[in-house]
Every structure is written in structure tokens, then in C-alpha cells.
């Protein structure tokens, strides 16, 4: 399975980030996978955002919940992340993890910098 994050790169605060993961080697509504989007700021830990099961069921963060929306297209076998109200400290890689059972697979991620 391959990952692939894109994005913007730099945002302004209080705009919204979108985020596109696309997915190759696997369907997103393939059985027992399902599909995160994890972020580390600068020197700190990984922080998980939310996923989307391979239903299109999504769970999320709840520090995130209010600003956060994964979604999916299985058309192009591709999963979102919108982020709403932008702050600095949403400055951070951002990256998208696939799941299968025990097995995880992740992208390369993408730096998003929130700075005016």
C-alpha cells in the first residue's frame, strides 16, 4: 500500500486546511483497513486526528472533533482532511496511515505551516 499526502504547504490563520491522501495497492472500502490522518508539530509527539473506516465511518480526535472532517472519494481512491479556524500551533507534518489489522502503512507526509 502507498500514500501519498499533498497539500498547500503554508496557511493563513482562521483559513482551512485541505489535505488529499492518495491511495494505491489497496481500495479504500477494502475489508479491515481503515484510513488516518496523524500530525507531529515541531518537537513534539505524534498527534492522532481522526480516520475513516472502510464503511466511511469516521472518528475523530475529540480535542479536534469541532475543526476536523476526513472524508473520502472511492472513486479516486482518495481520502481528505479538512481543518477549519487554523491556528500556529496546528503548524505540523501531517500524515496519512493506513491500517490493516496489525499492519500500518503510512505516507511520507506533508509540511502545513499556519503563519500570515
Known amino acids: 500500500v502507498q500514500l501519498q499526502e499533498s497539500g498547500p504547504g503554508l496557511v493563513k490563520p482562521s483559513q482551512t486546511l485541505s489535505l488529499t491522501c492518495t491511495v494505491s495497492g489497496a481500495s479504500l472500502t477494502t475489508a479491515y483497513h481503515y484510513w488516518s490522518w496523524i500530525r507531529q508539530p515541531p518537537g513534539k509527539g505524534l498527534e492522532w486526528i481522526g480516520r475513516?473506516?472502510?464503511?466511511?465511518?469516521?472518528y475523530y480526535s475529540p480535542s479536534l472533533k469541532s475543526r476536523a472532517s476526513i472524508s473520502r472519494d472511492t472513486s479516486k481512491n482518495t481520502v481528505y482532511l479538512q481543518m477549519t479556524s487554523l491556528k500556529p500551533e496546528d503548524t505540523a507534518v501531517y500524515y496519512c496511515?493506513?491500517?490493516?489489522?496489525?499492519?500500518?502503512?503510512w505516507g511520507q507526509g506533508t509540511q502545513v505551516t499556519v503563519s500570515s
Open positions: 496511515k493506513a491500517t490493516r489489522l496489525w499492519v500500518e502503512y
Open positions: 475513516i473506516s472502510e464503511s466511511g465511518s469516521t
